[in-house]
């Protein structure tokens, strides 16, 4: 996990905004989604939010969405653009960049990309 310096009023936002992304996708699971997915947390920990080193980019190191398919769980990295002036700008990546796109739509809404992405793991 990347540390990084924090700057007041910067990353206060860029945080809050991630942890609002991911508190609002927490909130459609629990309210059922048709998909097998769930949010694990390491409650031993609060949640650490680190930065990626190449691009900038913040995610919470110890939060990860995990979608099971028989057997296999595969894990989907989510992060978010520092500065971004989007409501819910937390994107989806598979595969380092094969497949990537936003979670959420400006009302708080799956995007269409996140739901192909759901219906053909």
């Not at 520092?82 to 990546?93: A, E, G």
Request: charged fraction near 25%; hydrophobic fraction near 40%.
């Amino acid at each position: 996990m990347a540390e990084y310096e924090r700057v007041i009023p910067r990353d206060l936002f860029n945080e809050a905004k991630l942890l609002k992304c991911l508190g609002q996708l927490s909130l459609k699971i629990h309210d059922g989604v048709v998909w097998p997915i769930q949010l694990v947390h390491n409650k031993n920990e609060g949640f650490a939010i680190a930065q990626h080193a190449y691009s900038g980019d913040i995610y919470c190191a110890n939060v990860s969405l995990n979608h099971k398919r028989g057997k296999s769980v595969k894990e989907i990295p989510l992060y978010s653009g520092l500065n971004s002036h989007l409501r819910y700008p937390l994107i989806f990546d598979i595969d380092f960049g094969e497949k990537e796109g936003f979670v959420f739509n400006d009302a708080g809404e799956f995007t269409g990309d996140f739901i192909d992405l759901m219906e053909n793991l």
